[in-house]
């Protein structure tokens, strides 16, 4: 009997696996992955990832190995007589529950270190931060600063960062693969993480990765490490400060008047709007505490310094302030796209703003000029 009856159709099997993995492997492209780790937590967590793909490995290579040499060395042949039947082996039996209990007990013990690891306050320096997911976009609130940005969580290189999760609406995930693991951001449950990054001066991408309602796949945000512990002050520093006052008669000056009378609902900016409790109220992030109350706490993110954000509307579009210059063309800038159409751009959120064609641009060169 042939080993493989029809070998047309494995071959057909193998090729389309083949093909379709090569195909999996491009979904990798510009996606951070976890198995390039920037700091040790997310190191102590692609460690265990490495241990356990590797006995996993070798586990099924020496199974899978031992069953296709037993199946062809051993298989039926015509005049083949009944091969001696065994009823029982302790010697075998013992053998095969030793060695997996063995792996097993490595693999838990390797699970638990990772689990210490991740759930321990850290030694060192650390700075604290509120992560507070919304639908669907973060909101990072710095205590220590009285300070709140979205999509950017702005952070110092080699430097713990403790930050505790918060939401009163759905369950989110907070996720920054290349510097630590997801965790769930549930309400009336405040979980809390430490991680930091080793590389300074660099952006790593962070994703929302519990689904949260339609745009669950466009709640992402940045983590910016900055180049140093200076940059990251002077960063605070200004995010503390009210918004930039705009020239009196210039196109910024317009856009604010227009800020002031089409967005102050949702929004505010420090200094600007009355409604602002992002600097005012000893804990901002408290206001929005309790859900069946309706204590004035604003839907949108605070737009104090929209200017130094890279991200629009919780990462569906690159805040690119270079297509969006005042006076200049406005057909690729994003800022544009999003405040002149938010539901064809993402479908579902809560931003509905009628700003006319005329308005556009001052409204713009205004919220840039924010840095
Ligand atoms: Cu928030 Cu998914």
């Known amino acids: 009997m042939p080993l493989f009856r029809r070998p047309k159709r494995w071959l057909a099997l193998v090729t389309g696996l083949a093909l379709t993995s090569i195909l999996l492997t491009a979904c ?12 040790p937590i997310a190191r102590s ?18 199974v899978e190995g031992m069953l296709i040499y037993s199946t062809i ?69 710095y205590p220590e600063y009285k300070m709140t940005t979205a999509d950017s969580l702005v952070i110092p290189p080699n430097t713990n960062v403790h930050v505790k999760l918060y939401s009163n609406n759905v369950i ?23 991680f930091s990054s080793d590389k300074a001066g660099v952006t790593y991408e962070g994703i929302c990765a519990e689904y949260c309602g339609t745009q669950h ?14 940059e990251y002050l002077s960063w605070a520093q200004k995010q503390q400060q009210a918004a930039a006052v705009p020239t009196p008669g210039s196109l910024e000056a317009k856009g604010e008047e227009i800020f002031k009378n089409q967005c102050t609902t949702c929004h505010g900016i420090v200094g600007v709007s009355d409604e602002t409790p992002y600097l005012k109220d000893p804990n901002p992030m408290g206001q929005c505490d309790d859900p069946t109350k309706d204590n004035g706490c604003l839907i949108g993110p605070n737009l104090t310094h929209f200017g130094s954000r890279n991200l629009i509307a919780g ?20 800022l544009a796209k999003w405040i002149s159409n938010p539901q064809g751009v ?25 840095k």
């Open 28 to 39: 990798g492209e510009n996606s951070p992955s976890i198995l390039d780790p920037a700091g």
């Open 45 to 62: 967590e692609s460690g265990i990832f490495w241990t356990i793909l590797i006995i996993a490995a070798v586990v099924f290579v020496g």
């Open 73 to 141: 060395r051993f298989r039926a042949r015509p005049d083949s007589p009944t091969p001696p039947q065994t009823h029982g082996n302790t010697t075998v039996e013992v053998i095969w529950t030793v060695i997996p209990a063995i792996v097993l007990l490595i693999v838990l013990g390797v699970t638990i270190r990772g689990i210490f690891d991740v759930s321990t306050k850290p030694e060192g320096k650390t700075i604290e931060v509120t992560a507070y997911g919304h639908q669907w976009w973060w909101e990072f609130y």
């Open 172 to 194: 989110h995930s907070f996720w920054v693969p290349q510097l630590t693991g997801k965790t769930d951001v549930i309400p009336g449950h405040d979980n809390e993480k430490w």
């Open 217 to 230: 796949a466009n709640m992402r945000f940045n983590v910016v490490v900055t180049k140093d512990n200076n």
């Open 315 to 334: 990462g569906v579009l690159k805040n690119n302030i270079e297509a969006c210059q005042p006076g200049g063309d406005l057909s690729n800038c994003n």
């Open 346 to 370: 993402k479908p579902g959120n809560d931003m509905a703003v009628n700003v006319s064609s005329e308005d556009l641009p001052a409204l713009i060169a205004y919220l840039e000029s924010l």
